[in-house]
């Protein structure tokens, strides 16, 4: 499954990188062997990678690999620091890991035999699938922005009125809670992929000692998500509540500094969120500007942290307890910071739900009760994208129906998941301890 996923990843990389030199843009291939010279612009992602590569390796190994990372990174530093060479929003860390991972697969196809190369050769490929599915998630926000000149928010922000339109009351609580609030959230959001490697570390600890990896883990589901979910971008734009109703400038600085050199209120429906609800009124297509990422329907943060819950389900109570509070802070973050709209996570949770049952139903040799799942889940995510699309204003008239309607849709989702897992799971074997038997005479 690692190994499909690879050469899927492989075919992506080049397709786009093709189109976005189509539209004057660097590609993701590019990105990366920038990174192998350059400071980097996501360090912190590359040491992600090379700890998902350590697994594969005994005690010793990792701390040699580990103590090589550093090294190169503080003689690259130095060299930088002499030759003057500035970061330009880089990091000054993390180049020391990529030429680790890379250098472990030249290692697995020179010096490792039969288990023990596949073993290693995982390793390299599940830390480069990573590494790589950042860079190709990032040229797709960019082609996204280039290639859809107009975004469907006035139908989803329609639609969203059958649920009382979260973002603005979520946008209005955050903005109470003040500085701490807003930091605590902006810390989850910013950073769902350490927890996701903490999980997946958790989740492979045993690696290195069976010689295997487990039948099914996080990665692989981050990874088809990361896959899958920017292909409906494309074909369902839309830029979130901050920017198509309001003026860009709520909230972090970031966007604000980016508001104040693209004219976003030219771009806006109006300044509207989250004071005031829009209206109901007939949607239409809306020109958005060629900046801004078309990455809302569905909202992947929310299918991220769902499957970081899903997977810290078998962990210690800690982890167990991190990975609920993990989701309850990316949901409120997704809508309190505007990037989302209450359906995109409806969307999110149907879509993640359904990659699991997909991938789980692999391991079990097609089984049809998952299959079936598959099928049903598909179904759904298809229906809410296109009752988003094509019934807006019914839904938004009538929220006492279309409300509990799509919230059941969702729930039925995740019932038909929670059954059918369950029976997958192997029944708890009584240990029976032999009884002694009475000595006869």
Request: glycine letters at 10%; one cysteine or more; charged letters at 15%.
């Amino acid at each position: 499954m690692l190994g499909a996923a690879g050469v899927a990843f492989l075919g992506l990389f080049v397709v786009l990188e093709i189109a976005a030199r189509h539209y004057g843009l660097r590609g993701p291939l590019t990105y990366q062997l920038r990174e192998l010279a350059l400071p980097p612009k996501s360090g912190g992602l590359l040491y992600a990678g090379l700890a998902l590569m350590l697994v594969v390796l005994p005690w010793r190994q990792r701390f040699q690999a580990l103590g090589a990372a550093i090294g190169i990174d503080l003689g690259l530093a130095l060299v930088r620091w002499a030759a003057d060479i500035p970061l330009h929003g880089g990091h000054a860390f993390g180049t020391g890991a990529l030429w680790v991972i890379l250098g472990y697969g030249v290692i697995a196809y020179t010096r490792r035999t039969g288990p023990e190369r596949t073993l290693l050769f995982k390793g390299v490929g599940m830390a480069l699938l990573l590494i790589t599915g950042r860079k190709v998630g990032d040229t797709w926000l960019l082609l996204t922005s280039s290639a859809l000149p107009k975004v469907l928010d006035q139908y989803v922000a329609t639609a969203d009125h059958a649920l009382g339109e979260p973002s603005w009351l979520v946008g209005r609580i955050v903005g109470a809670t003040g500085p701490i609030g807003f930091n605590t959230l902006d810390f989850v959001y910013g950073n769902l992929a350490v927890a996701a490697v903490v999980a997946s570390l958790y989740q492979l600890r045993n690696v290195a000692a069976e010689g295997r990896f487990p039948r099914h883990h996080l990665v692989r589901t981050f990874v088809v998500i990361g896959l899958l979910g920017p292909a409906v971008y494309m074909i369902y734009p839309v830029v979130g509540p901050i920017f198509a109703y309001g003026n860009g400038t709520e909230h972090w600085a970031g966007v604000a500094l980016w508001a104040e050199t693209h004219d976003t209120a030219r771009w806006a429906v109006a300044d509207l969120w989250p004071r005031t609800l829009p209206p109901i009124t007939t949607p239409q297509l809306m020109p958005f500007d060629g900046i801004t990422p078309r990455n809302c329907m569905p909202s992947l943060h929310t299918a991220w942290a769902v499957a970081i819950y899903i997977h810290t389900r078998k962990c210690p109570r800690a982890g167990r307890y991190a990975g609920t509070f993990w989701l309850l802070a990316t949901l409120t973050a997704t809508l309190g910071f505007g990037y989302h709209y209450g359906v995109d996570l409806v969307a999110g949770v149907v879509f993640v739900l359904t990659i699991e049952a997909a991938l789980r139903t692999y391991d079990q040799g097609w089984d049809r009760s998952g299959l079936r799942l598959v099928a049903y889940g598909a179904a759904v995510f298809t229906a809410l994208l296109l009752s988003y699309r094509f019934l807006p204003v019914q839904m938004a008239e009538r929220p006492w129906l279309s409300g509990p309607l799509l919230l059941l849709a969702m729930a039925s989702v995740i019932y038909g998941y929670i059954r059918t897992t369950a029976r997958w799971e192997p029944a708890a074997e009584q240990i029976r301890q032999p009884q002694p038997q009475p000595e006869t005479v």
